[in-house]
């Protein structure tokens, strides 16, 4: 409801007082990001006084230091992020009338998208991967629900997403024990209220925490006293908290529970009990069988190694006995979240080992590396290549697309182009990773021939269907021929 409400149209002096700050601000704007904040500003004025010509004046001014900014930022950079490419996307589509910022802004939400893609993918075929990140993949893979085969990934891993979040929150439903539990089962099963009785089910935890929540005692409102030379009398305290002069009311204190405590009143206090009677145990035989040398008596001399041997029974017993004990006393959401930190723990200590056998392993050849290399894609093939070492890459460095199963002509001239550029490649031309297509033209296409196979590979990449009606057969079959003189 509060959605179909419309902003409320600002009145005249309202518009007035706008206009005369953002025009003060412009006048005085120290930078690019300001000049296109005020852009917004003016847009808002709508049709006030010169409101639209202002606006062409901040993205204007904005335009060339912002494209120098972003562009300079990017050259050479291999670890960009997802949002930092959306937001150079989003510049540049601001300033989409300056040079070729169209184009970038068409090239960093491919990048993003491939970045994007690529970061699910890896988390999804991850044998690792738990139900969390499983979640956060799909979250990734429906921002770019129409890029590459991404419909079918969610059709496949949504509905496993699904299921399996599904049975967690059930297990954690039908083994819960204190509200918490059942509240963060609400909670996954809210995630997927679309899914089945997830929705039913949801409720039914909600009701079941409400009952098992301890309920705090409302306080008792205390008397105020008024004192008058040595006399005291008590009176009620007045409505709405209001007290007359010399009155001294005793405001309740509020109830805080720290974590500690929160934690003391899930566990089960039986099993910490249990906890702490392994755990005197371990620590006796341990302190026994230390102890056990400064002993004289015969029959302790004479039996030592027999002790010692049921100190060290007694010490592994009460540890198991005493590590169980620990882990039933907690809740199952205490025991997930104990898991997780042993795991990430355990592969921080980890982490220097595999390095050092990798290093050990890649000294000889072997490369165990399982970072999948996207195929047959220019944007793979030619922009994102240099991780490897320049030999390495030059060798591998291929088209992996087939002539035979182009079936459109804008997919022929990309195929020509990515032929084009592997073999300028090999023959020593150095291309930066952040470089787009018009810088690449600039650099290398010096003949008409060259400046004409990167028009048409723009026209096909960038045109959308309009390429199909502008790209022809005969010009497909030219650039054939330009690249195979090329080669």
């Not at 409505?239 to 720290?258: L, N």
């Not at 944007?379 to 291929?398: A, C, N, P, Q």
Request: hydrophobic share 40%; glycine share 4%.
């Amino acid at each position: 409801m509060a959605d179909n409400i419309r902003k409320r149209p600002m009145s005249e002096s309202e518009l007035s007082a706008a206009y005369t700050q953002a025009s003060y601000r412009f006048a005085n704007a120290n930078g690019w990001k300001e000049l296109l904040d005020l852009a917004d500003e003016f847009r808002a004025l709508d049709t006030y006084k010169d409101s639209a010509q202002m606006v062409l004046k901040c993205i204007k001014g904005a335009s060339a230091p912002a494209y120098r900014e972003i562009t300079t930022s990017l050259e050479g950079r291999g670890d960009m992020t997802v949002e930092e490419y959306r937001e150079a996307a989003r510049i540049m589509g601001l300033i989409s009338d300056y040079m070729d910022a169209r184009e970038l802004m068409r090239v960093y939400t491919v990048r993003a998208n491939i970045l994007t893609y690529e970061t699910a993918t890896a988390i999804i075929s991850n044998s690792e991967t738990d139900t969390e990140d499983l979640g956060r993949a799909v979250e990734m893979l429906r921002t770019i629900k129409g890029f590459r085969n991404t419909r079918d990934l969610l059709e496949r891993f949504e509905r496993h997403y699904f299921d399996t979040l599904y049975r967690e929150a059930l297990h954690l439903m039908e083994n819960g024990k204190v509200y918490t539990e059942f509240e963060e089962a609400a909670e996954m099963f809210e995630k997927i209220s679309e899914y089945s009785d997830a929705k039913d089910q949801a409720a039914a935890c909600r009701k079941r925490a409400n009952q098992l929540r301890p309920r705090s005692k409302k306080p008792k409102p205390e008397k105020a006293t008024i004192s008058i030379g040595d006399s005291v009398s008590r009176v009620r305290p007045t409505r709405k908290g209001k007290t007359t002069e010399g009155e001294k009311v005793k405001k309740p204190k509020e109830e805080s529970v720290s974590a500690v405590l929160e934690v003391w009143r899930d566990i089960d206090k039986r099993k910490f009990l249990q906890f702490l009677l392994w755990l005197a145990l371990f620590v006796s035989a341990i302190v026994f069988s230390i102890k056990l040398g400064d002993i004289t008596f015969s029959w302790v001399v004479a039996n030592a190694d027999l002790l010692r041997l049921i100190c060290v029974i007694a010490a592994g017993v009460s540890a198991v006995m005493g590590t169980r004990a620990f882990l039933q006393m907690l809740t199952v959401s205490m025991r997930k979240k104990l898991a997780k930190a042993a795991i990430a723990f355990g592969k921080k200590l980890a982490k220097p080992f595999m390095k050092a056998v990798n290093k050990l392993l890649n000294s000889i050849g072997i490369d165990i590396s399982r970072r999948k290399r996207l195929s047959g894609r220019d944007e793979r093939s030619i922009v994102h290549f240099e991780t490897e070492t320049v030999k390495k890459k030059k060798k591998k460095l291929k088209n992996e697309l087939k002539w035979v199963d182009q079936t459109t002509n804008s997919a022929r001239v990309r195929f020509i182009f990515i032929d084009y550029m592997i073999h300028r490649i090999r023959n020593g031309y150095k291309m930066r990773y952040s470089m787009t297509t018009a810088e690449i033209g600039r650099e290398i296409a010096v003949e008409p021939e060259d400046q004409e196979l990167f028009r048409v590979y723009q026209m096909a990449r960038y045109s959308g269907g309009r390429a199909e009606d502008e790209i022809t057969a005969e010009m497909v079959n030219e650039l054939k021929m330009i690249n195979q003189r090329k080669n």
